[in-house]
């Protein structure tokens, strides 16, 4: 998870609200079930003395607020009265989970977050296509549509020389066509910088533009199972399906880092470190580039941070100046990651490490 957007959050005044429960909008009684959800958690937050006013912001975001389309997870922090982080998780938490504390509980939401790629989605048929370039951050960066020529790209029966004729000016017609779009596609790749692509297309295009692909862009492309140009496709569908690639690539990317990590540890380069008391001194020389945390961190421990977060510590004597106050680890450690500029992971499968935290480093 990137953690730097998250500095004004973690810096913000007072106790804070941190929520995650199945905000799942697929059956009949789906609004009834998220009341009777609410009414759990609102009695949770009130029973840990969370002040009326954030409890009400949080009622209002929960009941009024926008609801998902079939299964979905929701993450809200809030203090002070205010809803400061509102987002969708892929997958709904088996259970909720609420937490009134010192600091904004944020592990759950780095468990489910993978880092972001920019990507481009190309949807063509043998005339054209649609572009659509999306940054590192998810957002939408880039738009255009290519247009080739229009005739003649469909074969029609006959024989003779005259259709063979008509036959070759179509097949070439489709090759120009996609070969613009080959060009464009790539343009925007590097103008994006983008880690993938794709392709949503009928299975001739699809294969007249993966010839016309340089090689660099044709390795990082992949196809969607549907949509395409055609009228009457399912955008829904074809969006779900791009976003469900983009997390598996970006998981795989993740776990690429998770791998590099690990064989960091087993050479004597000194750029990856284990134990809280390695990692806590890491972040506070901001030399921690990604923070990795797994199930076998004791959450509970208490660790100690200055008052901007810059420093945290495995005793309060561990920081440098000012007053130290005393928080839960699984709370202190993101807090500090994004003070500091690193990353939080929480990888999926099983890494054994001392007390349960590593860190990849910048030097």
Same mark, same amino acid.
């Given at each position: 998870?990137?953690?730097?957007?998250?500095?004004?959050?973690?810096?913000?005044?007072?106790?804070?609200?941190?929520?995650?429960?199945?905000?799942?909008?697929?059956?009949?009684?789906?609004?009834?079930? !998220?009341? !009777?959800?609410?009414?759990?958690?609102?009695?949770?937050?009130?029973?840990?003395?969370?002040?009326?006013?954030?409890?009400?912001?949080?009622?209002?975001?929960?009941?009024?607020? &926008?609801?998902?389309?079939?299964?979905?997870?929701?993450?809200?922090?809030?203090?002070? +009265?205010?809803? /400061? !982080?509102?987002?969708?998780?892929?997958?709904?938490?088996?259970?909720?989970?609420?937490?009134?504390?010192?600091?904004?509980?944020?592990?759950?939401?780095?468990?489910?977050?993978?880092?972001?790629?920019?990507?481009?989605?190309?949807?063509?048929?043998?005339?054209?296509? #649609?572009?659509? +370039?999306?940054?590192?951050?998810?957002?939408?960066?880039?738009?255009?549509?290519?247009?080739?020529? #229009?005739?003649?790209?469909?074969?029609?029966?006959?024989?003779?020389?005259?259709?063979?004729?008509?036959?070759?000016?179509?097949?070439?017609?489709?090759?120009?066509?996609?070969?613009?779009?080959?060009?464009?596609?790539?343009?925007?790749?590097?103008?994006?910088? =983008?880690? /993938?692509?794709?392709? &949503?297309?009928?299975?001739? =295009?699809?294969?007249?533009?993966?010839?016309?692909?340089? %090689?660099?862009?044709?390795?990082?492309?992949?196809?969607?199972?549907?949509? +395409?140009? &055609?009228?009457?496709?399912?955008?829904?569908?074809?969006?779900?399906?791009?976003?469900?690639?983009?997390? #598996?690539?970006?998981? =795989?990317?993740?776990?690429?880092?998770? #791998? %590099?990590?690990?064989?960091?540890?087993?050479?004597?380069?000194? $750029?990856?470190?284990?134990?809280?008391?390695?990692?806590?001194? =890491?972040?506070?020389?901001?030399?921690?580039?990604?923070?990795?945390?797994?199930?076998?961190?004791?959450?509970?421990?208490? $660790?100690?941070?200055?008052?901007?977060?810059?420093?945290?510590?495995?005793?309060?004597?561990?920081?440098?100046? +000012?007053?130290?106050?005393?928080?839960?680890?699984?709370?202190?450690?993101?807090?500090?990651?994004?003070?500091?500029?690193?990353?939080?992971?929480?990888?999926?499968?099983?890494?054994?490490?001392?007390?349960?935290?590593?860190?990849?480093?910048?030097?």
């Amino acid at each position: 998870m990137e953690t730097t957007e998250l500095r004004d959050l973690i810096t913000a005044p007072g106790e804070f609200a941190s929520v995650y429960f199945d905000a799942s909008h697929d059956t009949e009684d789906a609004e009834h079930a !998220l009341r !009777l959800r609410w009414q759990e958690i609102r009695a949770s937050l009130e029973d840990h003395g969370a002040d009326t006013a954030t409890v009400r912001e949080l009622e209002q975001a929960v009941i009024d607020g &926008a609801k998902p389309v079939g299964t979905a997870g929701r993450a809200l922090i809030a203090s002070g +009265g205010r809803v /400061l !982080l509102d987002t969708w998780l892929p997958v709904p938490p088996a259970r909720p989970t609420v937490r009134w504390s010192s600091l904004p509980y944020l592990l759950p939401l780095a468990a489910q977050n993978v880092p972001p790629v920019p990507y481009v989605v190309v949807i063509m048929d043998r005339i054209g296509a #649609d572009l659509r +370039g999306y940054s590192s951050h998810g957002e939408l960066a880039d738009k255009t549509t290519v247009d080739g020529s #229009d005739f003649p790209v469909h074969k029609v029966a006959g024989t003779g020389w005259t259709h063979l004729k008509m036959q070759h000016r179509v097949e070439n017609t489709a090759h120009h066509n996609a070969s613009v779009v080959a060009d464009a596609v790539a343009h925007m790749v590097d103008d994006l910088q =983008a880690q /993938l692509v794709i392709v &949503a297309a009928e299975v001739q =295009a699809r294969t007249e533009l993966r010839e016309a692909l340089p %090689k660099r862009v044709l390795e990082i492309a992949v196809d969607t199972q549907t949509g +395409g140009r &055609a009228e009457g496709i399912d955008e829904a569908a074809l969006e779900a399906e791009v976003r469900l690639i983009v997390e #598996d690539y970006a998981r =795989a990317a993740q776990q690429t880092w998770v #791998d %590099k990590f690990a064989a960091e540890l087993n050479r004597d380069s000194g $750029l990856a470190v284990q134990g809280l008391t390695a990692v806590t001194a =890491a972040l506070r020389e901001a030399r921690a580039d990604t923070v990795i945390l797994t199930d076998e961190l004791d959450g509970e421990r208490p $660790l100690w941070t200055g008052d901007g977060f810059e420093q945290v510590a495995v005793e309060s004597g561990g920081i440098a100046e +000012g007053a130290s106050a005393e928080h839960r680890a699984d709370e202190a450690l993101p807090a500090a990651a994004s003070v500091s500029g690193a990353n939080v992971v929480v990888p999926d499968g099983h890494l054994e490490l001392a007390d349960g935290v590593g860190a990849l480093l910048r030097y």
